[in-house]
């Protein structure tokens, strides 16, 4: 208690030449739209690393591991006929339509193919994130494209497909959404023997994994500077703590032939995402995982919920593993922010200005920046929409997005007396750049 006092006696004192106010105010004052509009440009000024987002065109089936169900409910914001994407589309090509009648749509099409010619390559999504200020954005991809620079597009791999090695016919038929998840699946671990000349499983538990950690170390050699699991998707987010042995009986069983119980698979799946877990920490490989509602009408919200990974999250077993709860648990952002208390553990907000309008999104950064500033990073989750609404306009809404809603949040922690304006320009810096960056010792800039 007497620490906690003099704490306080200690930020007193030196917070009251800064503040007008010794405590903060409940509401803002009427100067926080003068703060706001001073905040913005220099908001707009600070080169962003996007730490999560599918770079691509659409007829691209690599832009992500996973693929929408058909016919999946889409939240108001995130369906195509936003018309906020027509002010995207306005922003990056001189869209001189108000809408995206097939007449119009057409123009943009021929806009962005006359682009391509003129910007062959890598140099196409360059200038995109050019126009954004974006300096680096994280490709969470199944495989890279030659046509994304390296150096601009760091890779984020897929590491789901290890949990799913037998006999998937249960698990594909628990659903429609599963009927179409769970082949992706196999169809990347299939890549992954490929890659490292396998062609069928290994006789051994022990050569499973093995193969497990070469996948990994090769995708890091390749650019790889973290692995991401959608695990969230395919199964619950609550994971037991199995020895090797009982994972061990299980492969020797099913890797042959066989359809493993739920039970057995899930089992299995728990010893094999641990493992993965601890590589990541072995290997310097921070592992990003999906926290938050997901596409199609199947997901299920408890049993994903951010807050099942707090056994893993928590556990010292895991302390040299980074953690990335990619977006940040949405909708239970309020709790995950509280899982950064572990010094691994960091949250990203992609998504979250997506599925939310600014107003909304205001507020969940502004209760983040409160309360662990230096554990939360920006991303965009940017995806190609259609044919004619693509991973660029995606990445402007949600760069828009998330600029606006910073300036907002920062502006009224300024002007309800909490932090200074040099104060709130640092923690910008840390949430657009600085703190997923340094989560790369030196790999990404
Ligand atoms: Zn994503």
């Known amino acids: 208690m007497r620490i906690v006092y003099m704490t306080f006696v200690v930020c007193v004192l030196i917070a009251l030449p800064v503040f007008a106010h010794a405590q903060a105010r409940p509401l803002p004052g009427p100067d926080v739209q ?58 990056l090509f001189g869209y001189p339509y108000a809408d995206f009648s097939p007449q119009h749509a057409k123009w943009l099409l021929d806009k962005k193919a006359e682009l391509k010619k003129q910007l062959p390559g890598p140099a196409y999504f360059n200038s995109i994130l050019d126009q954004l200020n974006t300096e ?13 620079d390296a150096k601009r597009f760091p890779w984020v791999f897929f590491a789901d497909a290890f949990m799913w090695p037998f006999n998937n016919q249960r698990e594909a038929a628990r659903n429609s959404d599963e009927g179409v998840f769970i ?30 950690s070469q996948v990994l170390e090769d995708n890091s050699k390749k650019g790889g500077i973290a692995m991401k699991f959608e695990v969230a998707y395919f199964r619950p987010t609550t994971f037991g703590d199995p020895s090797r042995a009982e994972a061990e009986v ?23 995402f641990r493992y993965l877990v601890a590589e990541g920490g072995r290997l310097h490989l921070p592992v990003h995982i999906h926290t938050a509602i997901g596409i199609g009408d199947y ?39 509280w899982l950064a208390a572990m010094k691994n553990v960091y949250l990203d907000s992609s998504f979250g200005e ?22 939360i990073t920006f991303g965009t ?9 693509g991973a660029e306009e995606s990445y402007w809404l949600g760069v828009r997005s998330s600029r606006t809603a910073l300036a907002a ?8 007396g909490e932090i200074t304006e040099p104060r709130a320009l640092e923690l910008a810096h840390g949430y657009l750049h600085d703190n997923a960056v340094k989560l790369y010792e030196g790999r990404v800039h």
């Open 250 to 272: 299980i492969y020797r069983r099913y890797a042959a032939a066989g359809i493993p119980s739920e039970h057995e698979y899930r089992i299995f799946q728990d010893y094999i």
């Open 34 to 91: 003068q703060i706001y509009e001073r905040l913005l440009p220099q908001i707009d000024k600070i080169p962003a690393f996007d730490h999560h987002a599918h770079p691509g065109f659409s007829d691209d089936p690599d832009v992500d591991a996973m693929a929408a169900p058909p016919n999946a409910s889409e939240a108001l914001r995130t369906r195509a006929d936003n018309p906020e994407l027509v002010a995207a589309a306005k922003a």
């Open 136 to 148: 680096s954005s994280v490709a969470n991809r199944a495989m890279m494209a030659d046509y994304l």
């Open 381 to 389: 989750d940017c995806f190609p929409y259609n044919d004619v609404l």
């Open 354 to 375: 997506l599925a939310q309008y600014p107003s909304a999104f205001k507020e969940t950064l502004k209760m983040w920046l409160e309360t662990f500033p230096d554990k």
């Open 409 to 416: 949040a920062l502006a009224e922690m300024i002007s309800e």
């Open 183 to 212: 082949p992706l699946q196999e169809n990347l671990l299939h890549r992954w023997m490929q890659q490292e000349n396998v062609s069928k499983l290994p006789g051994s538990f022990d050569d499973y994994l093995k193969f497990i």
């Open 299 to 337: 997901f299920n919200l408890s049993q994903s919920n951010i807050m099942n990974l707090e056994s893993v999250l928590r556990d010292p077993r895991y302390a040299s593993t980074t953690f990335v709860m990619i977006h940040g648990g949405y909708p239970l952002e309020r709790e995950a922010i």
